[in-house]
């Protein structure tokens, strides 16, 4: 696990200027497209989806609840920790169903509509 953690402390370093990044482009064209005068439906459109604050919120919100959900569970279940790949496995299982669940909220959001 020791060799492990300057490789994901390096890919999260990563993670969060790319976020960090697609932020600040989301901001700018959301500032050009406001800026080019008034806007018709699609426009409109377009512009509602690139701010989907409230979704991009749950989706942080149900993926740490369920990686949070995993470590705990993960506590309960006996295992070698220098041997055994089953916290990993359980921790992925977890964080898939996060991203299923995720994918389930959005569908039923979109369906509604």
Do not use: C, H
């Amino acid at each position: 696990m020791k060799q492990l953690m300057p490789f994901i402390i390096v890919i999260l370093f990563f993670v969060v200027i790319a976020v960090f990044i697609l932020a600040l482009y989301n901001y700018r064209l959301k500032k050009r497209i406001i800026e080019s005068g008034p806007l018709d439906e699609t426009g409109l459109k377009f512009l509602q989806q690139l701010s989907g604050f409230g979704t991009e919120a749950m989706k942080w919100a149900i993926i740490l609840m369920t990686t949070g959900l995993g470590l705990v569970v993960m506590q309960f279940i006996p295992y070698s920790a220098e041997d055994s790949p089953l916290p990993y496995g359980i921790e992925m299982m977890f964080i898939a169903s996060g991203f299923f669940l995720y994918y389930l909220f959005i569908r039923n959001k979109q369906d509604k509509k």
